[in-house]
């Protein structure tokens, strides 16, 4: 993904709890989603943007997945500077302990 300091790049992060072999997502558990954009997590940096897993419509996907308990969960996004990708945006995922 291409890093355009002057455009508004949306993101969605959706959470699932998969228990089955299932590809299609309907069939797993949705626990919540959060939406920034790319230059809020690029401004926070190390320190990181916490954001809550919400289970509302959005301002830019208004329609939802399959709905579940209400989620108690959050998503912590972090940006590291790296010289070799100044003009991508890599994402490596990495999860804790998810209770819900």
């Known amino acids: 993904m291409d ?7 949306a993101l969605r992060f959706e959470v699932y709890d ?3 072999a299932s ?3 309907e069939a797993q558990d949705f626990l919540g989603y959060s939406e920034c954009t790319l ?3 690029v401004t926070n940096g190390h320190q990181g943007l916490t954001l809550p897993l919400l289970q509302s419509k959005s301002k830019y996907y208004p329609i939802l997945p399959k709905q579940s308990k209400q989620s108690k969960g959050s998503i912590v996004l972090v940006a590291e500077e790296l010289g070799c ?3 991508e945006v890599c994402f490596h995922l990495l999860f804790n302990t998810m209770q819900y």
Do not use: R
């Open 3 to 9: 890093y355009h300091f002057e455009e508004e790049q």
């Open 18 to 20: 998969i228990d089955s």
């Open 23 to 25: 590809t299609n997502l």
């Open 39 to 41: 230059a809020q997590i």
């Open 85 to 87: 990708y100044k003009e």
